[in-house]
C-alpha cells in the first residue's frame, strides 16, 4: 500500500476500523489501497466500498461485467490514473478470454479511439462515457437521445451512468491521494463475485 496520506495498518486497526477493513477485503484477503485511502475516515471507506459493490458486481446488472470493466478502463485512462486501470483492464482480459481481443480494446481505449473496436449500442455508450468524464458540463438531452437511437435500454445507460460516475470519483480520490497499486493484488475478479 503506497500513497502520499497516512494510511492505518491491519495491525493498528481496531473497532468499526477493523470491522471496515475486513468488508473491503479482496477475494485475496487484502485491503487495495484504494480503500485503505480511507482509513483515517472509516465511514467514507463504508460508504466507498458499498457504492463499489453496487455499481459493479450487482447480480442485477443487465449489461456483462466485462463491458462495464471497459467503461470503468475507458474512464480511467481518460483520467490518466493508471491505478483503476491497472485493476480493472485486467478483469476484463480475465472475463473476455480472448488475448487479442483484449489487446485490441486496450490499443482502442488508450488512443481515445472505442470506435476502432466497438460499434452500435456498446460504441455508443462508451462515448457517452467518455463526454460525462471530460466534458460533463456539456452533456445534453440529445447526448441521451442517441443512446436510445443506438438500441440502449434506460437501464443499460443508468449502468453505464454509473459506472462512470463512480470511476470519476475513485480517479479523483487516487490522484489526489496519491495512491498506487504497490502491494496490491491486481485483478482479483474470479468469476464468482
Known amino acids: 500500500m503506497s500513497a502520499w496520506i497516512g494510511m492505518i495498518s491491519d495491525d493498528k486497526a481496531?473497532?468499526?476500523?477493523?470491522?471496515?477493513?475486513?468488508?473491503?477485503?479482496?477475494?485475496?484477503?487484502?485491503v487495495d489501497t484504494v480503500m485503505r485511502v480511507h482509513s483515517l475516515r472509516p465511514e467514507t471507506m463504508n460508504g466507498h466500498v458499498t457504492l463499489y459493490r453496487l455499481v459493479l458486481h450487482s447480480d442485477?446488472?443487465?449489461?456483462?461485467?466485462?463491458?462495464?470493466?471497459?467503461v470503468a478502463s475507458y474512464t480511467s485512462i481518460l483520467n490518466d490514473r493508471t491505478y483503476s486501470l491497472t485493476h480493472h483492464f485486467m478483469n476484463v482480459r480475465n472475463l473476455l478470454k480472448d488475448q487479442p481481443r483484449s489487446n485490441r480494446i486496450f490499443v482502442?481505449?488508450?488512443?481515445?479511439?472505442?470506435?476502432?473496436?466497438?460499434?452500435?449500442?456498446?460504441?455508443a455508450l462508451l462515448r457517452?462515457?467518455?463526454?460525462?468524464?471530460?466534458?460533463?458540463?456539456?452533456?445534453v438531452k440529445?447526448?441521451?437521445?442517441?443512446?436510445?437511437?443506438?438500441?440502449?435500454?434506460?437501464?443499460?445507460?443508468?449502468?453505464?451512468?454509473?459506472?462512470?460516475?463512480?470511476?470519476?470519483y475513485s480517479n479523483r480520490l487516487l490522484n489526489g491521494l496519491g495512491a498506487t497499486t504497490e502491494n496490491d493484488v491486481i485483478g482479483f475478479y474470479t468469476g464468482e463475485d
Open 14 to 30: 481496531d473497532g468499526r476500523l477493523k470491522e471496515l477493513l475486513d468488508k473491503s477485503r479482496t477475494p485475496h484477503g487484502t
Open 60 to 70: 442485477d446488472n443487465q449489461l456483462p461485467f466485462w463491458f462495464l470493466g471497459v
Open 108 to 123: 482502442a481505449l488508450k488512443a481515445h479511439r472505442p470506435e476502432d473496436e466497438f460499434n452500435g449500442k456498446e460504441l
Open 128 to 139: 457517452y462515457a467518455g463526454k460525462l468524464t471530460t466534458d460533463v458540463g456539456k452533456m
Open 142 to 168: 440529445s447526448d441521451f437521445e442517441a443512446l436510445k437511437i443506438a438500441g440502449c435500454e434506460d437501464v443499460e445507460i443508468l449502468e453505464v451512468n454509473q459506472v462512470c460516475a463512480y470511476f470519476n
